[in-house]
């Protein structure tokens, strides 16, 4: 007998993908567990460093890019999920590596654009960010604008160096990816790990604000689903917003959002809260404990903490589904494709 997470149908209803099995107390395998694909879902993956969150994510990107209906689209920060275009040991995995995506400058609003570069709206420089983004959609005319606007030449200057470094980084392009070229039925992996916060934060605005808004007004069919891998990083940056408006309203439109997670005590308590399947590796930090144990469901009997529920072996994990209200010990399965995230050994060396 299989168990879905995430639906309480049958396993024809819709699309899934396998995650693992259960965890007998024993440690063996037992019954198949999927997790459901056909309605939207905020996920929440969390455990310490080397204990398999990113090999987690890796397999739901495997089983949606699988499944019909869906777009899944991974921000990759650590450069690790290339290898799903690897050839797989099942069927193959449609995948698309972008590695220097780029978005429109219209991705960001003008507040989105002041908080980017470190400005307040209130000063002189932070007002010509603002009047700049509201009227201008390349960053030359940004540019143009804020360098004819008549403005104080100390607030020019400051308005203009900030744009010259937004430009600099290279992920701004009046061509930017659409909605169109991530709705499509294979998972796009967009290689960030060269970019600092900001710029990485920047794509990850970008591609959430262009997915979100294209579901609203039916320009793309497919479900999206956007993962996350080190969701801190984005939490904590110029990318929240867009994230946060996911978590509370993409139910309706029908846009899906994982966030991975080594620290989950520096998720936003909305992060941990709005998350209907939440899967927890190993942890062990007091602080990432007590962020899970805040948000923890009342027909949780007894704590997450309990030695005797925490997970311990790599890819040993724990499940709550609050669609169903119950909770899971389960093993995650193996990968088809190769893990790119393993760390190398000095004994490798020869």
């Not at 987690?56 to 450069?79: C, F, K, N, Q």
């Not at 930090?285 to 469901?297: G, W």
């Not at 030695?307 to 399965?333: K, Y």
Request: proline share 7%.
């Amino acid at each position: 007998m299989s168990f879905i997470l995430g639906r309480r149908g049958a396993l024809e209803a819709g699309p899934v993908g396998r995650l693992g099995s259960y965890r007998a107390r024993d440690g063996s395998e037992g019954a198949p567990l999927h997790v459901d694909f056909d309605g939207p879902h905020a996920m929440l993956v969390v455990g310490k460093r080397g204990y398999g969150k990113s090999y987690t994510l890796g397999v739901l990107a495997e089983g949606l890019a699988r499944a019909r209906g869906v777009a899944p689209v991974i921000v990759d920060p650590m450069g690790v999920f290339d290898t799903l275009a690897a050839p797989s040991t099942e069927s193959p995995v449609p995948a698309t590596v972008i590695a220097e995506p780029a978005v429109a400058p219209t991705a960001l609003d003008p507040s989105s654009w002041c908080a980017l570069l470190g400005l307040s709206p209130e000063s002189g420089a932070g007002g010509l960010i603002w009047r700049a983004a509201q009227r201008e959609t390349t960053l030359s005319g940004m540019l143009a604008h804020v360098e004819n606007a008549g403005a104080p030449s100390a607030d020019t200057r400051a308005a203009s160096n900030h744009l010259r470094l937004a430009e600099a980084w290279d992920v701004f392009d009046s061509d930017g990816i659409e909605a169109a070229a991530l709705a499509g039925p294979e998972v796009t992996v967009l290689d960030v790990s060269g970019l600092e916060s900001a710029p990485m934060n920047v794509v990850c605005r970008g591609v959430a604000e262009t997915l979100y808004r294209a579901r609203v007004t039916e320009t793309i069919d497919r479900l999206p689903w956007v993962l996350l891998d080190e969701a801190h990083t984005f939490f904590d940056g110029v990318a929240e917003p867009a994230l946060r408006r996911i978590l509370t309203r993409g139910r309706a439109p029908g846009v899906s959002l994982v966030s991975a997670t080594q620290r989950p005590s520096a998720i936003p308590p909305v992060g941990i809260s709005q998350a209907d399947i939440l899967v927890s590796h190993r942890l062990t930090a007091q602080a990432d404990l007590e962020a899970l144990e805040r948000a923890q469901p009342t027909y949780l009997n007894g704590s997450l903490s309990d030695a005797d529920r925490l997970p311990e072996a790599p890819g040993a994990v724990v499940i709550i589904d609050d669609t169903t209200e119950t909770i899971h010990s389960a093993q995650i399965r193996t990968r088809d494709t190769p893990h790119g995230g393993d760390s190398p050994r000095a004994s490798d060396v020869v």
